[in-house]
């Protein structure tokens, strides 16, 4: 079964660019997560889906960062105009569905850098 | 509120060491879940295990080894003989049902590995 695909892996721009970052699920699964990891900390969750709605975006800067996930499949999540401080890992996890006993299952990340 | 403490920054050990990784967790539910998951230099998090809170047996799967205990909230993870391909940060989560029913997951900020040969 494959896993959560992410791309791109590594993303270097300067500060008030955007970039946009893509994420397919692992196959069937209805919930889809977008986490932010800050360089020596756990990941902090900025958006979460089922299917195609959102149902936490509660940590989400939305003056900034913005998330679709038009088909309930893949996602995207953008950063205009990205800040030196969301230099980080960003992550995709997806999970069967919603509730605290799913376990999530993550992808590899992007690693973005702001200069 | 949910809370995930990992005291431990780094550990290091030499091959074969058996290493400790300390978990202590705060939440408010009597329902809860906690997890565990490695992440390797590569960047990817990997899932080790899955714990409820109703259930309090101790795990072991090959050369790893949980100790959940609900009198002092923690939920310890043993590595035994360790391996240089141990080597990672290990990160605690908890999800529950009182702050979000949703499943989102509080992590804690992870515990270096550094395993030499």
């Known amino acids: 079964e494959a896993g959560v695909a992410q791309s791109p892996r590594y993303k270097i721009i300067e500060k008030r660019q955007s970039v946009a970052f893509w994420c397919n699920p692992i196959?069937?699964?209805?919930?889809l997560y977008w986490y932010q990891q800050i360089l020596g900390q756990g990941p902090k969750l900025l958006i979460q889906f089922q299917n195609n709605g959102v149902v936490d975006d509660s940590q989400l800067p939305k003056d900034r960062f913005s998330a679709e996930r038009l088909k309930g499949v893949d996602s995207t999540l953008k950063i205009q105009p990205a800040k030196l401080e969301d230099s980080a890992v960003y992550l995709c996890?997806?999970?069967?569905?919603?509730?605290?006993?799913?376990?999530?299952?993550f992808g590899p990340g992007t690693r973005l850098l702001v200069l | 509120a949910q809370k995930v403490t990992q005291a431990q920054t780094e550990i290091s050990v030499v091959e074969k060491e058996d290493v400790t990784l300390d978990c202590v967790y705060e939440t408010r539910d009597t329902t809860y879940y906690l997890f565990w998951y490695k992440q390797p230099p590569s960047g990817e998090l990997v899932f080790l295990i899955r714990r409820n809170s109703f259930d309090e047996q101790n795990e072991i799967s090959g050369r790893y080894s949980w100790n959940f205990q609900k009198s002092t909230s923690s939920f310890n993870f043993t590595i035994t003989a360790s391996q240089v391909v141990d080597s990672a940060v290990y990160f605690c989560a908890l999800s529950d049902l009182t702050t979000d029913s949703w499943g989102k997951l509080q992590f804690g900020a992870g515990t270096q590995v550094v395993v030499t040969p």
């Open positions: 996890a997806s999970s069967g569905t919603s509730g605290a006993q799913e376990t999530q299952y």
């Open positions: 196959s069937g699964h209805a919930t």
